[in-house]
Structures are given as structure tokens and as C-alpha cells.
């Protein structure tokens, strides 16, 4: 088994020399240009930003070492971006599609180590027209920042494993970026688990260099998430129970059959433009275009079997491990598990696929591959982005980013100064995202108290509620109303309510119906109420109009 060829020991490849090279600098450039592209066009387009994004601007309130649902990573980015511009939606988009921009990076600088140059450059390209990796990206979550450090991982852990001239920083390099992985999201233990398969496979784990490297990486990763463990621990209800629920599947076996399918749709459907780039490259294979014939650099560094190898279990063994758990446990999963799983993949394409022999290519044929992969950048991004912000509503759809977070953030401060108008309003109870998106909009002195419970929001001192005042709000429209059971006890609880309705998008006949409840400070209610009484769960005429 110590022979098996996954992991024979090779000397470093000679640094490429050939023109056709690509810089660094040109590289991160275009990756820069692409943040750019795709995080400009939901900054105009969008009216609220995303569930996700919205609720990492206010968990960004407060650096804590674990919070109720996930490790702290992302939410530390985003804490130190807000601190240096404020609770902006624009810094999601851009630190998500920054994150997918950095991890193609990091796949770039792991394929120049195993492939000639033009085939480096084309799995870059193939690896942005994965849906994950930037599209996507735009919804900063746990999911769009793992894609970064598991990039290095996957990357780290070739390089200590397959290249004979591996030093003690490469195995640091390992354990910071699994320490991080964690960090972001739980999810990162099935890759690792398909590291240790294949360690286990090759039996290499054995030998002295490598269990002394594995021991090094797992001290410096045990460190660095030792405090966010001892907090995971003590508080096991919220991220490990979170983890934990998000998991639990059915047993009937008709339900696996049609989760597998489903997943199996979905994951085909995002991988899809790369798969057609991939498909027109094998039938053009025999056609005669191919260039010059390979010079010396070239067969110096062409593919080895072994990386081939490694790359084949990075690309495929997270994705048959967690389609193995579906069918046999009945495990639940969700789509966007996935966007981490296909990062390698585009690298073991550039490899093993006959007509993807960049090396050989004609200009011709690059500058076809640069234009339609530039121009699909350029459709997705912004055609995305007004779909998602208002175009839908033109066919009679409502979305997320076309919420009219603004006419509703403005009819609930007149509300709230119509009756207190001497202080502004201080704080909102509501769901994450529809509380949220309103909040955003009324300005960073609003705090969001999510779902009215202490467990969410550390951040709200107890009894601020009732001392400050505030306004418990409400969606009622489908299918994104606001349905966690705490708020229709905090709603009932409150001084008055009263609900406003207003077209979600103009022209459309779907309107956004919000129910609101407001809780008057503790020393304008012992003085004497100026909230009028509520008359069979409406507002009194008092109200003003539209409430």
C-alpha cells in the first residue's frame, strides 16, 4: 500500500518559463474585474438585500465566538467591514463575490503547480461558470466565505502529500485553512473526512513525514478553533443543535429517491455552463485546430497520474459522500451544501478531458473560449440582478430583492412619530430578513431585536423593549411572511396595532400587507398612554391614514 501511486513522492515541477504564462497580477486583475461585475449590478437593482446577507449585517453588531446557528468567521469579516463603512448591503455583495473571486485565485496558484500554464488558465475559466463560485456569491453567507479556505485547503493538502519538497509551513498552511473552514461552517468536516479517506486508501499516513505533518496541522487547527469549541460546547443548543437538526432526514425510502433526483437536477443545473464549455471542447477535439506541437517546457510539466488522482477524490468524493448519506441514512440536504463541493473539479477537467488540451490551442480558439465566457459573466450578472429586483415582477412576480423596504421603513417612522414624537424609534422586533431589510433602511440607530428572542439577538439588553419602546412588525404576504410563533405573542403584548399595505412593486397587484404592534417607552406609558386603544385588532381612527 506505501507504493500506491495517488502519492508517490515527486520533485517539484521546473517554474514555468514560457511565454505563454499568465502573471499574477493579470490574473488577479480580471478576477478583480469580475467583483466588480457582479456585485455592482444588486447594489442598483435590489431594493432589500438577501436573507443571508441581511442577517450577517446584524449579527455584525457584536464579535462573539459562536452565534445561534453558525461558527463566527463570515460574521468577523463582516463585523470589521461594517466597522469601516457601516450596516451597507453593498459590503455583502462585495465581500461574498470577493470570497468566490479569492478561492478561484487560490485554485489558479494550485493548478500552476500541476499543469502547464494554459491549462491552469482554463480552469480558472471553467471554475467561474460554476454557478457557486460567483453567481451565487452575491448572498454572503457561510457557504460563499468556505469557498476560500477551502480552496487553500484542498490546495495545502496536494501540496504536503504529493510534492516530495513540502516544509513545516505547508503543513501550517494545511491546519490554518481547515482551522478556518470550521470557523465558517460545520459543513467542512465532509471534505476533511474525504481527505482522510484517501490518506487511509494510500496508507501513507504511516509514514514519518506525513504523521508528523498531520500532527502539526491538526495542533495549529486545534488552536486556533479551541475557544470557538469550548463555546459551542457550553452553548450546544444553538450552533451544534442547529447542525445538528439541519441534518435530520426521513426514513421512507420514496423521499430519498426524490431528494436524490432533485439534488441530482439542481447540482447538474449550476455546473451546467461549464459542462456545455467542456462538452464543445470534446467535439471539437478532432476537428484539426490544435497548435503548435508541445515544446520541451510543455512535456516537462504535463500531467502526472498521481495529481490526476488526487484531484479525481477532491472532485467527486465530497459530492458521492453526501449522496451516499441521502440515499442510505436519508440524510437531509439542501442545495447551496453543495458550493463548496465542485471547486477541484474544474482542475481534474482540465486534466483528464480530451479537447481541454489548452497547451495546443490556436489564439483562435482562446479568443472564442475568453468572449463567450465574458459574455455570459456579463449577461448572468446583470440580467440576474434585474430579475431578482423587479424584472419578475413585470411577469407578476414578487421577490426578495424587490421588496419595498424603503416606502415601509418611512410609513412606520410616521407611525412612530405620530405617537412618540419626541424620540426616534429605537428598536424593531421581527423576522431576520423582512425586519431586517426594513431596519437597514431606517438607519444604524435602529436596533433589530430577530424574532423577539434573547437567544438571537445577545446583543439587546434585557428589558430594552419595554424601557425604549419599539415596534413589533409582521409580513403577512406569501410566500415570504414572517412565521416564527414568538412575534404573534410579542405582537399581542404590544400598546396598539394596525396594519399598512402598499403595492410590493408599482403597476403590480401584489401588495406587501405588514401588521404592526407598537410598544411605547416605559415613562410616556406611566404617564399616560398617547397610544389610541385598538378597536377588534385595527387601529382607532385616530390612526393616521394607511395605518
Not at 501540496?159 to 481547515?178: E, I, N, P, Q, Y
Not at 470557538?228 to 435530520?248: K, P
Not at 419595554?466 to 415570504?480: N, Y
Not at 399598512?500 to 401584489?510: A, D, F, K, N, Q
Request: glycine share 8%; with cysteine.
Amino acid at each position: 500500500m506505501l507504493s500506491f501511486p495517488l502519492f508517490a513522492a515527486r520533485a517539484a515541477a521546473p517554474a514555468d518559463t514560457t511565454p505563454q504564462a499568465v502573471p499574477r497580477g493579470a490574473v488577479a486583475l480580471v478576477l478583480a474585474a469580475l467583483v466588480l461585475l457582479w456585485a455592482l449590478p444588486p447594489v442598483l437593482a435590489y431594493q432589500s438585500p438577501p436573507w443571508d446577507n441581511v442577517e450577517e449585517l446584524f449579527w455584525a453588531q457584536r464579535f462573539q465566538w459562536g452565534y445561534y446557528k453558525h461558527p463566527p468567521l463570515p460574521t468577523w469579516i463582516m463585523a470589521v467591514l461594517v466597522r469601516l463603512a457601516g450596516p451597507e448591503p453593498w459590503l455583502t455583495y462585495a465581500a461574498g463575490v470577493g470570497c468566490g473571486a479569492g478561492a478561484l485565485y487560490l485554485l489558479w496558484r494550485w493548478a500552476r503547480e500541476c499543469m502547464p500554464p494554459q491549462r491552469a488558465l482554463l480552469a480558472v475559466v471553467l471554475a467561474s461558470l460554476v454557478a457557486y463560485h460567483l453567481q451565487r456569491t452575491v448572498i454572503f453567507n457561510h457557504n460563499t466565505v468556505q469557498l476560500l479556505p477551502l480552496a487553500g485547503y484542498w490546495w495545502m493538502l496536494w501540496r504536503t502529500l504529493c510534492r516530495s519538497d513540502a516544509r513545516a509551513r505547508h503543513w501550517v498552511a494545511l491546519g490554518v485553512f481547515a482551522a478556518l473552514s470550521l470557523l465558517t461552517k460545520y459543513s467542512a468536516v465532509v471534505q476533511f473526512a474525504v481527505g482522510a479517506l484517501l490518506l487511509m486508501q494510500a496508507g501513507r499516513w504511516r509514514e514519518p513525514r506525513i504523521w508528523r505533518g498531520l500532527v502539526l496541522s491538526a495542533t495549529v487547527a486545534l488552536l486556533l478553533i479551541l475557544p470557538h469549541l469550548v463555546w459551542a460546547l457550553t452553548h450546544s443548543d444553538q450552533a451544534l443543535g442547529y447542525a445538528a437538526a439541519s441534518v435530520e432526514g426521513h426514513g421512507h425510502r420514496h423521499h430519498r429517491t426524490l431528494q436524490l433526483r432533485q439534488q441530482l437536477g439542481m447540482q447538474i443545473g449550476r455546473l451546467l455552463p461549464m459542462l456545455v464549455v467542456v462538452a464543445v471542447a470534446f467535439a471539437w477535439r478532432a476537428r484539426g485546430d490544435a497548435g503548435p506541437a508541445a515544446t520541451p517546457a510543455h512535456r516537462a510539466a504535463e500531467v502526472r497520474a498521481e495529481d490526476a488522482r488526487f484531484l479525481a477524490w477532491a472532485a467527486f468524493g465530497p459530492v458521492v459522500l453526501v449522496l451516499a448519506a441521502i440515499t442510505l441514512l436519508g440524510t437531509k440536504a439542501h442545495g447551496h451544501w453543495f458550493t463548496t463541493f465542485f471547486l477541484p473539479l474544474p482542475l481534474w477537467l482540465a486534466m483528464r478531458v480530451q479537447g481541454l488540451d489548452a497547451e495546443h490551442w490556436r489564439p483562435r480558439r482562446w479568443a472564442v473560449l475568453l468572449a463567450a465566457a465574458g459574455l455570459f459573466h456579463a449577461v448572468a450578472a446583470i440580467g440576474g440582478a434585474w430579475d431578482e429586483g423587479g424584472g419578475a415582477a413585470r411577469r407578476g412576480h414578487i421577490t426578495r430583492g424587490s421588496l419595498p423596504s424603503q416606502q415601509i421603513a418611512d410609513r412606520l417612522q410616521q407611525i412612530w412619530h405620530a405617537r412618540v414624537p419626541d424620540r426616534p424609534l429605537p428598536m424593531l422586533v421581527g423576522d431576520t430578513w423582512f425586519a431586517g431589510a426594513v431596519a437597514l433602511r431606517m438607519g444604524p440607530q435602529v436596533q433589530l431585536w430577530i424574532d423577539g428572542e434573547e437567544r438571537t439577538s445577545p446583543w439587546i439588553a434585557p428589558g430594552a423593549l419595554e424601557r425604549e419602546g419599539g415596534m413589533v412588525v409582521i409580513l403577512d404576504t406569501q410566500p415570504f411572511q414572517s412565521e416564527w410563533p414568538t412575534l404573534e405573542t410579542r405582537l399581542a403584548q404590544t400598546d396598539c396595532q394596525g396594519r399598512i399595505e402598499l403595492p410590493w412593486v408599482e403597476g403590480s397587484s401584489r401588495m406587501a400587507s405588514v401588521r404592526w404592534g407598537l410598544v411605547l417607552p416605559r415613562q410616556r406609558a406611566a404617564a399616560g398612554s398617547a397610544c389610541p386603544p385598538t378597536l377588534g385588532g385595527k387601529a382607532a381612527p385616530t390612526a393616521p391614514a394607511g395605518d
